[in-house]
């Protein structure tokens, strides 16, 4: 149980273009889903919080108009990457927690974004 | 400092060794997690401790509240268990995980 699948797994795109990364939990409901960006050989950072239906909550540092997050129902969470930029490549994780408590979190593979 | 500290950084053993990775914290949390990354780049959580210690399979890991530390340990290590492994806590006051520098393990056959 608690499996939280990510769509794509990788993906190139060319600079200046959009790409949205999904998130969903297979089975279970996730009230709060997390975004992570993690650089090569170093640790994660977590980018924003989203509760469904509800706006998210992005950390210091990361702007909101650029990373857009849906968290529109309780098994589906988006992170939109705006205009990229090849400083935008990175590894992007979800977690998700549900009706266990936000103690427990689930993670995603993970998605590959390279920006050429 | 940070608020969560792994040693070692990097560990190599041969396969069958025991392996010890430590973690302490300076601030009060509600859980601590510990979660393997392979090569790939998937992470896998291993353990949410609050007290204790938990046992799955070869892997153990123990939590000591009061002295704000915690270890995973890996028995009779085999080269499929080669990964990073990170500690990560979630603060008693909030629901976002703080995340250890992790500890890059390599085991050899």
């Known amino acids: 149980g608690a499996v939280v699948s990510q769509h794509p797994s990788w993906v190139i795109c060319k600079s200046g273009t959009s790409v949205k990364i999904e998130c969903r939990s297979l089975d279970f409901q996730a009230t709060t889903m997390f975004w992570y960006r993690q650089f090569p050989k170093q640790s994660l950072m977590l980018m924003a919080t989203s509760n469904e239906g509800s706006k998210a909550t992005y950390e210091q540092g990361v702007e909101k108009d650029k990373f857009l997050i849906n968290h529109a129902s309780l098994t589906l969470s988006t992170l939109t990457v705006t205009s990229a930029h090849p400083e935008d490549s990175s590894f992007y994780i979800c977690?998700?927690?549900?009706?266990?408590?936000?103690?427990?979190?689930?993670f995603g593979p993970g998605t590959r974004l390279t920006v050429t | 400092k940070n608020e969560v500290e792994q040693s070692p950084q990097n560990l190599t053993a041969q396969e069958g060794e025991f392996i010890t990775i430590n973690c302490s914290y300076s601030v009060g949390i509600s859980a601590l997690h510990w979660l393997q990354q392979h090569p790939g780049g998937g992470i896998v959580s291993l353990f949410m401790?609050?007290?204790g210690k938990k046992k799955h399979g070869r892997l153990i890991a123990t939590i000591n509240i009061q002295e704000k530390h915690s270890s995973l340990h890996i028995t009779a290590s085999h080269p499929r268990d080669s990964a990073v492994y990170i500690c990560a806590v979630i603060k008693a006051a909030g629901n976002k995980l703080t995340f250890g520098g992790g500890t890059r393990v390599l085991v050899k056959p």
């Open positions: 977690s998700a927690s549900g009706a266990t408590g936000f103690r427990e979190q689930y």
């Open positions: 401790l609050s007290s």
